[in-house]
């Protein structure tokens, strides 16, 4: 093709100064990278290329550890909705994925601050793309869920109240840069940077909320929860419009679009927990969620072309599922019948099941978890103008 | 340039030949044609041309009439034209043409070039209707084999000749592109020796019509009126087979009617209506004659799926007409919605899985393709008859509310909820990619007033009684009604279309729900108001009735010609004219002329003379 033959001279000209950036397969991101990489110091390839959709990962494994932790927990005095493990069972099992979470998310946490220090510019640059930055709300929330899902702190204790501050005060800080980017600054306004992982933002104040609300907290849980359902309802009549015409994320990114339902399963559980029952607006937030992911299933085209090569976008399928799998929980819990049962539990086998096969794939696939052609490390290239591939 | 000679000798023989042979396309010109419309004059001169006995010493084979073409002059050009061809596939030579020569390497045809004008000008796609003359020769032959006097042959039995030349344009719209059509027809034991020359066919490939394809051939508020550079697969001039003009925004009758059965039923049996003493027969009438009427509607439309498959197809991709999809599922919840008390008090749950199945999976394709299927952006196809499909979910939510089913009008009432912020906001803002949405005020927009008001007789339905939800939404549909209504003065001047009955159920719907709202608040005001919207729905009611029977039995246009499924794949370049093919201008002027000539009088000479400038100017330019 021709471009591909023109670009290997461009990289050419561009490359002298990095020569191990060139790569094998000629695209147009390699030359985003300006600064000297040095292939003798191992950490700097990994500190170059990870980024913030990487938290994606322990997003899927904490909400799993909330998950494990809501459905067996066998002194649950609904055990209708529980599966009926024994006690030392429970705590094994939770433990044991409590602290694999805990580990993944210290590790890439302790990698993306040593990002920020070494490579400032590259999360500035994150910062500046309009998929990357919705991921800069990842971590919290990956934060937060754990700190929910944690087996030894309970949502009283002063432990709880101080890493909720730790992790919902970057969460508030964020949403005020991001959100009133929104409507005020020209370059950056909805209808251009607008995408389906913008719904993250949303997705962490209902998390931030529903923490809040576990602790009692009812005025800052409306709050963020007020914060979360408006920003959710331009959000989706926006996405819904497709106003750009054509995605604003390359077909790589179409896991994303599972945020779609995400997003209301999490209000729902947020607002579950602030009105105390599983009451009709949780209903309808619940339903909602759930006829998106059913439409979503039933258009496996729009995701084929993800599916060709492994890449971290595919675990932003886990997280939705199993985030509806916890929202149909509550459901089952409420409304007791057959059919909210069997919703749940083909829900959460479900999710289980998508977690074991990421996790199975990433370990097949490790050196692929450092791609060149990421397309959240193209900061050079305009916002608007992402190409397709 | 021996063709050319070739051509001069042929032309001159046929030219000893034409004057028979007018002679007897003349007789039928007059024979039948006096009643009939001219359009129908002309192309039963094509039959008549095929009359001409295939003795023609030009080619010695078969007589094909020329093709019909979409466009009535192009008919009329082949009025007068006899052509000969060889019994090959007229499509598969086409192809090959550079000017427009049907390719035969030898033979002299003379109107050929007229043919090519009209073949050249189509693409490809319509080039293999084509192929039909052919067929017509066997035919023709036959009945005149059969010793049939051309001559005597009137009207109605060349209207089975005329129906089978029109048969293979309209082939593309039936199901299987004919072959089911066919396959009963052997059925039944009619002999029908197309078999082999549609192996000639190329096979119809589905396509699909991207939706901008429509917004670039249709304009208008329904998105059913030809633009004036496009064209069309079909003849705008002839009255296409009912089926084909059968669109389903004709189910908006049986919307109007159904719902006025559940208004009535509600006037009957409301605390607060009392006083006007209406009677419960009248929901009882109204509700039979809807049965009736959506029984009808329904079989003639599942005739279309079975026979005319492709434009059922077509229907489904055009941006408005997709949602009058949902429009029999509405109407049978309206029925199950105004079921006199008389004929049964209350309906078993599983009608309401059964209703409501449809409904689903319709959405699921079509808000899909609002969040992310390809080019049918919400902000590009927005239209007001998309409330159609969000009031079903709204529609189901009270039936099932009504039935004592719990979870799932929940359901359906989020969804519908969800979607209807969506699309009010959009069609609010009125999109500059918008261009769907009618500039000015067109009764379409009356189906804004649609969906809060069933959303709010849901929402009380599924609460138990008429709060602050159902108020609000109530309140916004009157609000939306009340804006429209003093603008009904611009409702005017519009082609009355059989969808103008799906906007009238919004009303009812409105009157309706203020009927519950005035059992929750009873007041003078409550109940004037009541009446007043229910005289408004009843009068409109009334008057689209009657203009529906004049425009049935005294304009007879109840059902045009349904365009909107008919058009091309790609658009006609813009630089040719229609019966313009790749000659130059001089030629066209001839055309010109030798139509004037044709439509005028049609005697011999004229016609003779006038095929002689043609085929002189074609001798001129030409490639020989």
Request: hydrophobic share 45%; with cysteine; net charge positive.
């Given at each position: 093709?021709?471009?591909?033959?023109s670009?290997p001279?461009i990289?050419l000209a561009?490359?002298?100064?990095?020569?191990?950036?060139?790569?094998?397969?000629?695209?147009?991101?390699?030359l985003?990278t300006t600064?000297?990489?040095?292939r003798?110091?191992?950490?700097?390839?990994i500190?170059?290329?990870?980024?913030?959709?990487?938290?994606?990962?322990?997003?899927s494994?904490?909400?799993q550890a909330?998950?494990?932790?809501?459905?067996?927990?066998p002194?649950?005095h609904?055990?209708g909705i529980?599966?009926h493990v024994?006690?030392?069972?429970?705590?094994?099992?939770?433990n044991?994925?409590?602290?694999?979470?805990f580990?993944?998310?210290?590790?890439?946490?302790?990698?993306?601050?040593?990002?920020?220090?070494?490579?400032f510019?590259?999360v500035?640059k994150?910062?500046l793309?309009h998929?990357?930055?919705?991921?800069l709300?990842?971590p919290?929330?990956s934060w937060l869920?754990?700190?929910?899902?944690?087996p030894?702190?309970?949502p009283?204790h002063?432990f709880?109240i101080i890493f909720w501050?730790?992790?919902?005060?970057p969460?508030?800080i964020?949403?005020?840069?991001?959100?009133?980017q929104?409507?005020t600054?020209?370059?950056?306004i909805?209808?251009?940077?607008?995408?389906?992982?913008?719904q993250?933002?949303v997705?962490?104040?209902?998390?931030?909320?529903?923490a809040?609300?576990?602790m009692?907290?009812?005025?800052v849980?409306?709050?963020?929860f007020?914060?979360?359902?408006?920003?959710?309802?331009v959000?989706?009549?926006t996405?819904?419009?497709?106003?750009?015409?054509g995605?604003?994320?390359?077909?790589?990114l179409?896991?994303?679009?599972f945020?779609?339902f995400?997003?209301?399963?999490?209000?729902?559980?947020?607002?579950y927990?602030?009105?105390g029952?599983?009451?009709?607006?949780?209903k309808?937030?619940?339903?909602l969620?759930?006829?998106?992911f059913?439409?979503?299933?039933?258009?496996?085209?729009?995701?084929?072309k993800a599916?060709?090569?492994?890449?971290?976008?595919?675990?932003a399928?886990?997280?939705?599922?199993?985030?509806l799998?916890?929202?149909s929980?509550?459901y089952?819990?409420?409304v007791?019948?057959?059919?909210?049962?069997a919703?749940?539990?083909?829900?959460s086998?479900?999710?289980?099941l998508?977690?074991f096969?990421?996790?199975v794939?990433?370990a097949?696939n490790?050196?692929?978890?450092l791609?060149?052609d990421?397309?959240?490390l193209?900061?050079?290239?305009p916002i608007?103008?992402l190409?397709?591939? | 340039?021996?063709?050319c000679?070739?051509?001069?000798?042929?032309k001159?023989?046929?030219?000893e030949?034409?004057?028979?042979?007018?002679k007897?396309i003349t007789?039928?010109?007059?024979?039948g044609?006096?009643?009939?419309?001219?359009q129908?004059c002309?192309?039963?001169?094509?039959?008549?041309?095929?009359?001409h006995?295939?003795?023609?010493?030009?080619v010695?084979?078969?007589?094909?009439?020329v093709?019909g073409?979409?466009?009535?002059?192009?008919?009329?050009?082949?009025?007068?034209?006899?052509?000969?061809m060889?019994?090959?596939?007229?499509g598969v030579?086409?192809h090959?043409t550079?000017?427009?020569?049907?390719g035969y390497?030898d033979?002299?045809?003379?109107g050929?070039?007229i043919?090519?004008f009209?073949?050249t000008?189509?693409?490809d796609?319509?080039?293999k209707?084509?192929?039909?003359?052919i067929?017509?020769g066997?035919?023709?032959?036959e009945?005149?084999a059969?010793?049939?006097?051309?001559?005597?042959?009137?009207?109605?039995?060349k209207n089975?000749?005329?129906?089978?030349?029109?048969?293979k344009?309209?082939?593309?719209f039936?199901?299987?592109?004919g072959?089911l059509?066919?396959q009963?027809?052997?059925?039944?034991?009619?002999h029908?020796?197309?078999?082999?020359?549609?192996?000639?066919?190329?096979?119809?490939?589905?396509e699909?019509?991207?939706a901008d394809?429509?917004?670039?051939?249709?304009?208008?508020?329904?998105?059913?009126?030809l633009r004036?550079s496009e064209?069309?697969l079909l003849?705008k001039?002839?009255?296409?087979?009912?089926?084909?003009?059968?669109?389903?925004?004709?189910?908006?009758?049986?919307?109007?009617?159904?719902s006025?059965?559940?208004?009535?039923k509600?006037l009957?049996?409301s605390?607060?209506t009392?006083?006007?003493?209406?009677?419960?027969?009248?929901?009882l009438?109204l509700?039979?004659v809807?049965?009736a009427?959506?029984a009808f509607?329904?079989?003639?439309?599942c005739?279309?799926?079975?026979?005319?498959?492709?434009?059922?197809?077509?229907?489904?991709y055009?941006?408005?007409?997709?949602?009058f999809?949902?429009?029999?599922?509405?109407?049978?919840?309206?029925?199950?919605?105004?079921?006199p008390?008389?004929?049964?008090k209350?309906l078993?749950?599983?009608?309401w899985?059964i209703?409501?199945?449809?409904?689903?999976?319709?959405?699921?394709?079509i808000?899909?393709?609002?969040?992310s299927?390809g080019q049918?952006?919400?902000?590009k196809?927005?239209?007001?008859?998309?409330?159609?499909?969000?009031?079903g979910?709204?529609?189901?939510?009270?039936l099932g509310?009504s039935?004592?089913?719990?979870?799932g009008?929940?359901?359906?009432?989020?969804?519908?909820?969800a979607?209807y912020?969506?699309?009010?906001?959009?069609?609010?803002?009125?999109l500059?990619t918008?261009?769907i949405?009618?500039?000015?005020?067109h009764?379409?927009?009356f189906?804004f007033v649609?969906?809060?008001?069933?959303?709010s007789?849901?929402?009380?339905?599924i609460?138990?009684?008429?709060?602050?939800?159902a108020?609000?939404?109530y309140?916004?549909a009157?609000?939306?009604?009340?804006?429209?209504?003093?603008?009904v003065?611009f409702f005017?001047?519009?082609r009355?279309?059989l969808a103008?009955w799906?906007?009238?159920?919004?009303?009812t719907?409105?009157?309706?729900?203020?009927?519950?709202?005035?059992?929750?608040?009873?007041?003078?005001?409550?109940?004037s108001?009541?009446?007043?919207?229910?005289a408004?729905?009843?009068?409109?009611?009334?008057?689209l009735?009657?203009?529906?029977?004049i425009?049935?039995?005294v304009?007879?246009d109840?059902?045009?010609n349904?365009?909107?499924i008919?058009?091309?794949q790609?658009?006609?370049?813009?630089?040719?004219?229609?019966?313009?093919?790749?000659?130059?201008?001089?030629?066209n002027?001839?055309?010109?002329?030798?139509?004037?000539?044709?439509n005028?009088d049609?005697?011999?000479?004229?016609?003779?003379s006038?095929l002689?400038?043609?085929?002189?100017n074609h001798?001129k330019g030409?490639?020989?």
């Open positions: 093709m021709e471009t591909q033959k670009q001279e990289q561009v490359s002298t100064d990095e020569p191990s950036a060139t790569s094998t397969t000629p695209t147009a991101h390699s985003s600064t000297p990489v040095h003798s110091l191992s950490l700097s390839p500190l170059t290329r990870i980024h913030a959709g990487y938290f994606r990962i322990t997003l494994l904490s909400c909330l998950l494990c932790k809501i459905l067996l927990q002194n649950n609904n055990s529980t599966f024994s006690q030392f069972l429970y705590s094994t099992i939770l044991i994925l409590w602290s694999f979470a580990c993944i998310l210290v590790l890439f946490s302790v990698l993306y601050a040593l990002r920020c220090f070494f490579r510019n590259l500035k994150e910062f793309h998929v990357g930055v919705n991921y709300f990842a919290w929330i869920l754990l700190l929910e899902s944690s030894f702190v309970s009283k002063n709880f501050w730790v992790f919902a005060l969460v508030l964020l949403d005020i840069k991001i959100y009133g929104w409507f600054k020209g370059k950056r909805l209808t251009a940077v607008a995408n389906p992982t913008s993250l933002s997705i962490g104040n209902l998390v931030g909320s529903r809040a609300a576990k009692g907290w009812r005025e849980s409306v709050f963020l007020s914060l979360g359902i408006v920003h959710y309802l959000l989706f009549v996405l819904y419009q497709r106003l750009s015409g995605d604003r994320i390359p077909a790589m179409r896991p994303v679009f945020l779609f995400a997003a209301p399963s999490m209000a729902s559980l947020a607002w927990s602030i009105s029952s599983f009451d009709t607006g949780s309808m937030l619940f339903f969620s759930l006829f998106l059913t439409s979503l299933i039933c258009r496996p085209g729009l995701f084929k599916m060709r090569k492994f890449s971290i976008a595919w675990w399928y886990s997280y939705p599922i199993t985030m799998a916890l929202a929980t509550r089952a819990q409420e007791n019948g057959g059919i909210p049962h919703i749940r539990l083909i829900l086998a479900l999710s289980v998508v977690l096969a990421l996790l794939f990433t097949l490790t050196k692929m978890l791609p060149d990421d397309p959240i193209v900061p050079s290239l608007l103008s190409r397709t591939e | 340039m021996e063709n000679k070739q051509k001069h000798l042929a001159e023989d046929s030219s030949v034409l004057p028979a042979l007018i007897v007789a039928h010109e007059v024979a044609f006096d009643a009939v419309k001219q129908d002309v192309n039963d001169g094509f039959n008549s041309n095929c009359l006995p295939s003795d023609s010493s030009i010695g084979t078969e007589t094909v009439g093709e073409e979409n466009d009535l002059s192009n008919s009329q050009k082949m009025h007068f034209v006899s052509i000969s060889p019994p090959s596939p007229v030579h086409l090959n550079k000017m427009g020569l049907v390497n033979e002299a045809i003379l050929y070039d043919m090519g009209a073949v000008s189509k693409n796609r319509q080039t209707f084509y192929s039909q003359p067929l017509k066997h035919v023709l032959n009945a005149i059969s010793g049939r006097n051309p001559n005597n042959l009137d009207l109605p039995p089975p000749r005329f129906d089978v030349l029109e048969d344009r309209f082939d593309y039936k199901t299987w592109s072959k059509e066919r009963i027809s052997n059925l039944r034991g009619k029908r020796d197309t078999e082999q020359e549609l192996e000639t066919h190329r096979p119809a490939e589905i699909i019509l991207p394809r429509y917004f670039d051939a249709l304009e208008g508020p329904e998105l059913d009126t004036a064209e069309i003849p001039d002839k009255k296409w087979p009912f089926l084909l003009r059968f669109p389903i925004s004709s189910f908006g009758i049986c919307l109007g009617v159904s006025h059965a559940i208004m009535w509600a009957a049996t605390a607060s009392r006083f006007l003493h209406v009677n419960l027969d009248i929901n009438v509700w039979c809807s049965v009427l959506v509607v329904s079989f003639i439309y005739l279309k799926v079975i026979f005319y498959f492709e434009a059922v197809r077509r229907e489904y055009h941006p408005v007409r997709v949602n999809f949902f429009a029999p599922w509405i109407a049978l919840l309206f029925l199950a919605l105004g079921v008390p008389s004929v049964s209350k078993h749950t599983s009608l899985y209703l409501m199945t449809p409904v689903f999976c319709l959405e699921l394709k808000y899909g393709q609002w969040m299927g049918q952006r919400l902000s196809v927005a239209n007001p008859s998309n409330h159609l499909s969000i009031v979910n709204f529609l189901g939510a009270l509310a039935m004592g089913i719990k979870e009008p929940i359901f359906f009432f989020a969804v519908g909820l979607h912020i969506v699309l009010f906001v959009t069609l609010y803002q009125r500059p918008n261009e949405l009618p500039k000015e005020p009764p379409v927009f189906l649609a969906a809060p008001s069933v959303a007789l849901a929402w009380a339905r609460q138990g009684s008429f709060d602050h939800g108020r609000i939404a309140f916004i009157l609000f939306l009604y009340f804006s429209l209504a003093v603008r003065n005017r001047g519009f009355f279309s103008w799906a906007y009238t159920f919004p009303m719907g409105a009157a309706i729900a203020t009927i519950r709202y005035s059992i929750v608040v009873t007041n003078i005001v409550t109940k108001l009541t009446v007043v919207l229910c408004v729905a009843t009068l409109t009611v009334a008057s009735l009657v203009i529906t029977i425009h049935a039995f304009l007879d109840l059902f045009p349904d365009v909107a008919a058009i091309s790609t658009r006609p370049k813009p630089t040719r004219k229609w019966y313009h093919g790749r000659n130059g201008s001089s030629d002027k001839n055309c010109k002329k030798f139509l004037q000539c044709s005028s049609g005697k011999d000479i004229e016609a003779a006038v002689k400038d043609v085929e002189n001798s030409l490639r020989c």
